[in-house]
């Protein structure tokens, strides 16, 4: 399961979305400046407030980094 | 082997890479994303011909119109580590240890948001301390934020506050605010922004996560602490110029000295535009503008030496 938390105007989380699309792999997308319990488990989950946070099945990647993304997607397989 | 790599995706290498496609110049722009520094605002509202567009739709435009240019190689996730003078050019490797071969280069490097160096900042980075206010902004919903710096990236990070933070103040290092009057009226009429004259942050303290910034007026020596979860530094930029360090001659402050009319380098074979020059002024469209003359310069050069 993959899950990115963005912002509405957060250009990264825009391009991490962007990457995860073009690998053509799915992963749920929330916004946190809608919804404060999502806000809550990513600051839980990673440790600080920045967007963007993705969790690629429990690997917490926070900004984007594409080398960090291929990695988790690579050891998850 | 390449006639001309161009080094940079944002307005002065897109502008470059455009005119040349188009002089049918053998080229390659090698770049990590698109758009640069622009990405980051909110909303560009001088960019000529686009009364209004976000930086990121900005930078989607960019790559759109130099993707329907069908005489260019374009590659992306790319950060240029290397330039080495050979014989016949110069070789260029990126990040991954990819070696391209050119005779000609233009640096379209830009610039990197500066950090303030002070105690605390690493620490609470994204627990706190933020670089991105268009990012970073909606997390302080109902928190008191400050905004470190009022210049236009300053005033814009409290623009990108406004509908979220409760308080928001400036610490400003001068008796004046450098941002573009523009922004300074939109913030007069909002009470929660308060705006700290001669005031510099000199630590950020908080257990997990910020919870203050200790400051000093600059002029009295008057000491305080203020109660925030958000610090956004927005203190200006610094040329992201260590790549030609070696190779071209740079200035007191890290940025490329160029000739103004023709933005070469003092390296022949190299030329250089945008934020990463000593250009006086750094603006989408002047970097655009000096990205285009250095291609034409360029173009002059080949033709010369061909």
Redesign the interface.
Known sequence: MITVYSTTFCPYCKMAKEYLTQKGVPFKDINVQEDDQAAADMIRKSGQMGVPVLDINNTIIVGFDRAAIDEALASDK | MYDLIIIGGGPAGVGAGIYASRKRIKTLLLTD?F?GQS??S?LIENFVGFEKI???DF?QTLEKHLRTQDHIDVVT?ALAQAIQKTPQGFVVTDQAGKTYETHTVLVTVGSSYRKLDVPGEAQF????V?Y?S??????M?GKEAAVIGGGNSGLEAVIDLLP?ATKIYVLNRSDVLKGDPVYQERIAKESKVQILMHTAPESFAGS??LESIAWKNTQTGETGFLPVS?AFVEIGYIPNTSLVQDVVTLNERKQIVVDHKTQQTSCPGIWAAGDGTDALYHQINTAMGDGVKAVLNIYEYLNKVQ
Not at chain 2, 134 to 139: E, K, S
């Open positions: 994303t758009g990405i980051n909110a976000s930086g990121f930078a996730g980075e994204g627990k706190g933020f991105c268009i990012c970073d902004a909606p997390l919903k979220y997990q996560f958000g």
